[in-house]
């Protein structure tokens, strides 16, 4: 375990900020107030071609631990691929979702079709951030605010608005039914 190289954290930095925007120096800055401790902060690592999330003291303590014998630590953001592009996991959820910039709610009635690989319809948006442009990243919501993936828009907002109900509005990277669908390999080294 290792910390990032400068090209390593430029691309993570570049996918993170394609979901959270300016909302990325709450994930990088120390936090705030009196009791703060420089050990609070969080840090990101990478072991074996995964980024992981995690607090720098847990991250210390890590250091004790024999590499072949670490398997995770923290919350596994994505991985890099050989060719050294970062490819975001469903695991980092959970630390985009309350950064997003941009937001998608689906529908109840498309929740099941997205739960099971599929991409966002038209039809099944129940409402969505306005402004939002051709091909940025979204966080998936249902209507009762549960993160359930993320992906990138297929039109703008201005776009999609005009699209028939068929269309797609949001192509899916990954939503929570990997979970499930890829418990095998999600998490094998």
Same mark, same amino acid.
């Given at each position: 375990? %290792?910390?990032?190289?400068?090209?390593?954290?430029?691309?993570?930095?570049?996918?993170?900020?394609?979901?959270?925007?300016?909302?990325?120096?709450?994930?990088?800055?120390?936090?705030?107030?009196?009791?703060?401790?420089?050990?609070?902060?969080?840090?990101?690592?990478?072991?074996?071609? %995964?980024?992981?999330?995690? %607090?720098?003291?847990?991250?210390?303590?890590?250091?004790?631990?024999?590499?072949?014998?670490?398997?995770?630590?923290?919350?596994?953001?994505?991985?890099?691929?050989?060719?050294?592009?970062?490819?975001?996991?469903?695991?980092?959820?959970?630390?985009?979702?309350?950064?997003? %910039?941009?937001?998608?709610?689906?529908?109840?009635?498309?929740?099941?079709?997205?739960?099971?690989?599929?991409?966002?319809?038209?039809?099944?948006?129940?409402?969505?951030?306005?402004?939002?442009?051709?091909?940025?990243?979204?966080?998936?919501?249902?209507?009762?605010?549960?993160?359930?993936?993320?992906?990138?828009?297929?039109?703008?907002?201005?776009?999609?608005?005009?699209?028939?109900?068929?269309?797609?509005?949001?192509?899916?990277?990954?939503?929570?039914?990997?979970?499930?669908?890829?418990?095998?390999?999600?998490?094998?080294?």
């Amino acid at each position: 375990m %290792r910390p990032l190289t400068e090209v390593e954290t430029k691309a993570l930095f570049e996918k993170l900020a394609n979901y959270t925007g300016r909302s990325l120096n709450h994930l990088i800055a120390p936090p705030s107030g009196a009791e703060a401790d420089s050990n609070d902060r969080h840090v990101f690592r990478l072991h074996q071609s %995964r980024v992981y999330y995690v %607090r720098l003291s847990i991250a210390n303590m890590a250091t004790t631990i024999a590499r072949h014998n670490l398997l995770s630590l923290g919350t596994c953001l994505g991985k890099f691929t050989k060719t050294g592009k970062f490819r975001l996991h469903i695991t980092a959820l959970d630390i985009i979702a309350p950064h997003a %910039r941009y937001k998608v709610w689906v529908k109840p009635n498309g929740e099941m079709p997205y739960l099971y690989g599929g991409h966002v319809l038209k039809a099944h948006v129940g409402r969505w951030s306005e402004d939002c442009p051709e091909h940025q990243g979204v966080v998936v919501y249902g209507m009762n605010d549960t993160p359930l993936g993320f992906g990138v828009t297929a039109r703008s907002t201005a776009e999609a608005r005009k699209l028939d109900p068929t269309g797609i509005a949001t192509f899916r990277q990954a939503d929570i039914g990997e979970y499930l669908r890829e418990e095998d390999t999600l998490f094998t080294t």
